[in-house]
């Protein structure tokens, strides 16, 4: 009598080639998915002018003083110059790295914060563990965002991080939430109680068995915390909030104030158009992504 090999093969072998199934089914799918390939690029030349910045390739003399006021476009100044003569095309692509350091720190702070707490929240819910981060949620979401910047930043004393540090602060929540639910899912499923039967302690099976299944929702909260980091930056920025030392589009637009009075949209259009394209790619990419990771439909 033959043997089927796949009714013989390893537990751990066989959900090893599920999730790779499921995976490379969501890679086809947001490969074939056109609006999220094209904001998928974009977001890649911006990646490539932020990481130029962070190396020094170009945007080195975003500060220095190079034209005369409100010089027009040119071969030298590609968007002008803006009162105090500073090349606003440096500026602008200057920006674009902190828009990305901002993004890149709170998404990724946020979502490891979110999903931590959220775990510990569903794998013990209806527990005291459970009742303190519903009760953390709710202190949290009861307190103006902008409120929350303003008194952290406050208490601070103006320090560079506490922007990054309220915005953790808060965007941690929708994560967790969602975590929390897909653990209290997820911890009544026979591997778990699998785990538990052999001695597996709870806080192994929370961080190496739950956790990794909850791997495309944290993906996809990673993207859009990234979007909501960067309008919050430059609104904190304009607002005099945010990045204190260095440059970025709300610090350029806070400047264009004066200058679009008098007739000058250079500083304006450089720093809303380049946000405008960053935000919008990366929301396109976000929402092909979410398509791809949705398991009614790579299932």
Wanted: aromatic share 14%; charged share 15%; no cysteine.
């Amino acid at each position: 009598m033959s043997v089927n090999a796949a009714s013989v093969a390893p537990p751990a072998a066989t959900a090893r080639g599920r999730r790779q199934t499921l995976w490379s089914k969501a890679a086809w799918k947001f490969r074939r998915d056109r609006a999220g390939m094209i904001g998928f690029g974009i977001v890649l030349v911006y990646l490539v002018a932020a990481l130029g910045v962070w190396f020094g390739w170009w945007a080195t003399g975003w500060a220095e003083v190079h034209g005369g006021k409100w010089s027009p476009v040119s071969g030298e100044y590609w968007f002008g110059t803006n009162l105090i003569g500073q090349d606003i095309y440096q500026r602008s692509i200057y920006s674009i790295a902190t828009a990305f350091e901002v993004g890149l720190v709170v998404a990724v702070l946020s979502t490891l914060l979110g999903a931590a707490l959220g775990s510990l929240a569903g794998f013990f819910s209806g527990r005291f563990t459970d009742e303190v981060v519903l009760w953390l949620m709710g202190v949290l979401d009861s307190i103006p965002f902008y409120l929350l910047v303003a008194a952290i930043a406050f208490a601070l004393e103006g320090n560079a991080y506490a922007m990054h540090i309220a915005m953790i602060s808060t965007f941690w929540i929708t994560t967790s939430r969602l975590v929390r639910g897909e653990v209290i899912k997820l911890k009544n499923l026979e591997f778990v109680e699998a785990a538990h039967a052999i001695g597996v302690p709870e806080y192994t099976i929370i961080f190496r068995h739950i956790v990794p299944n909850t791997l495309h929702i944290l993906l996809v909260q990673a993207t859009i915390t990234f979007v909501a980091a960067i309008k919050s930056e430059v609104i904190l920025s304009f607002l005099g909030l945010g990045v204190k030392d260095g440059m970025s589009w709300g610090l350029m637009i806070s400047e264009s104030t004066l200058e679009v009075l008098a007739g000058f949209f250079n500083n304006f259009l450089a720093a809303s158009v380049l946000m405008f394209g960053l935000v919008m790619a990366f929301n396109m990419f976000s929402d092909a992504l979410q398509d791809a990771l949705d398991p009614r439909k790579v299932s």
